[in-house]
């Protein structure tokens, strides 16, 4: 493996199914198991990942996921084309959420997304426009 | 102490059986998905009352040994196929999730 060409994989997170989020996130975790990425990696990536998902069903109306898998780290890139962050500081502090109440009836919403990303990865990097979308890229760097 | 141990010791129903030999290695309790993501640990069972489909995504990503559905909270068939299909064990008990985590607690002693 080439530092300048990661193994790369594409997944499509659907807007219209709150249920089948997480789809993705589970497909990816598959993917470093089998690569032989330790318990530890696997684990932050997939509540990162699991969280920006959610994010972009509840918030966006789904979106893409792209994974590169680097020797020596693992990136993940959410697009979508939802209506943008309008102020990034607020949404990354704990407990800010903008989720209606029927989405916090099913468990989230409790603007928890963001900062568990920002904890279990090692570089959250948000991207967002007002009525253009937001890409979030999260970085994780295998400790063994 | 594996799942199969805890059914009998604290008489819960098993919803769906995937692998019951699993080895419980501790209990997590909560009903905001993003907590539990963010704090759960494999191994773990977990008890909620939570019964939509999000709760088996949690389960599969953390790789939790099972999920223990407190009060009855009865879950639809979409759930009970899903957790078939992920492979995730399913239990119920008519106790709170705070009986629940007692009788949790003298089990695995
Ligand atoms: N992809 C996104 N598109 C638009 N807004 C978002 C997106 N992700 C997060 N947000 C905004 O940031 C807030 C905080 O996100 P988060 O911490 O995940 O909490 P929650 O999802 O529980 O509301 C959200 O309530 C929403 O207003
Ligand atoms: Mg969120």
């Known amino acids: ?8 994989y594409s997944f499509t997170v659907h807007g219209d199914d709150f249920s089948s989020a997480g789809e993705a996130s589970v497909q990816v975790k598959k993917i470093l198991r089998s690569i032989g990425f330790d318990a530890d990696t696997i684990r932050r990536v997939s509540i990162a990942m699991y969280e920006a998902e959610i994010n972009m069903v509840i ?7 792209d994974l590169y898998v680097y020797p020596d780290r693992i990136v993940i890139v959410l697009t979508d084309k939802g209506p943008g962050i309008a102020d990034i500081g607020l949404a990354m502090s704990e407990g800010y959420s903008t989720a209606p109440d029927n989405i916090r009836s099913l468990g989230f919403g409790a603007g928890m997304g963001l900062p568990n990303i920002k904890r ?14 937001t890409k ?3 970085t994780v760097i295998p400790q063994r | ?44 069972c977990l008890v909620t009352i939570m019964s939509n489909v999000n709760v088996l995504a949690v389960a599969s990503l953390l ?9 009855n909270v009865k879950p639809d ?12 064990n399913v239990l119920s008990s008519s106790e709170s999730a705070y009986t629940i985590c007692t009788l949790l607690y003298e089990a695995l002693k």
């Open chain 1, 1 to 8: 493996m080439d530092n300048s060409t990661p193994l790369t």
């Open chain 1, 59 to 65: 918030h966006a109306g789904g979106g893409v996921a």
């Open chain 1, 120 to 133: 279990y990865s090692d570089n959250l990097d948000i991207d967002s426009k007002l009525g253009e979308g």
């Open chain 1, 136 to 138: 979030l890229t999260i």
């Open chain 2, 1 to 44: 102490m594996k799942v199969s141990d805890i059914i009998s010791k604290c008489s819960f129903t098993l919803l769906v059986e995937a692998d019951t030999e699993r080895d419980i290695t501790g209990v997590y309790t909560g009903d905001l998905l993003s907590w539990v993501m963010g704090h759960g640990e494999e191994g773990q």
């Open chain 2, 63 to 71: 790789d939790l040994s099972c999920v223990i559905l407190a009060e």
């Open chain 2, 77 to 88: 068939d979409e759930f009970i196929e899903l957790a078939k299909e992920k492979e995730i």
